[in-house]
């Protein structure tokens, strides 16, 4: 089992900045790649960002490349999100997850990952 804590959501303006932490605990020394998904009130949960724990190849949704920087923490088992530039659209709960194993397919699609944390609410006022 593996269990993920989110934290870092909260208010902020338009054009600020929010660094989201996701730290994980159990099996921690299995684990294949770390996204990012959020979803907004009457949407479906989209991909924003993920990073492969071994050699850090990163993947970002078009709609976030250049604001938002995904990164790892190997020795204290967190991936963070580094988001700048938030815009009002960026308003959404953030959810990191966790694949164990490698799959096939890409890690931009929510199936990729076996485990998800809870959700951090970020709000983007303008």
């Known amino acids: 089992q593996v269990q993920l804590v989110e934290s870092g959501g909260g208010l902020v303006q338009a054009g600020g900045s929010l660094r989201l932490s996701c730290a994980a605990s159990?099996?921690?020394?299995?684990?294949?790649?770390m996204g990012w998904f959020r979803q907004a009130p009457g949407k479906e949960r989209e991909f924003i960002a993920a990073?492969?724990?071994?050699?850090?190849?990163?993947y970002y949704a078009d709609s976030v490349k250049g604001r938002f920087t995904i990164s790892r923490d190997s020795a204290k088992n967190t991936v963070y999100l580094q988001m700048n530039s938030l815009k009002p659209e960026d308003t959404a709960i953030y959810y990191c997850?966790?694949?164990?194993?490698?799959?096939?397919?890409?890690?931009?699609?929510?199936?990729?990952?076996?485990?998800w944390g809870q959700g951090t609410q970020v709000t983007v006022s303008s």
């Open positions: 997850a966790s694949a164990t194993v490698a799959r096939s397919g890409s890690p931009t699609y929510t199936s990729f990952y076996n485990y």
């Open positions: 990073i492969t724990w071994a050699f850090g190849n990163t």
């Open positions: 159990g099996r921690t020394f299995s684990r294949y790649a």
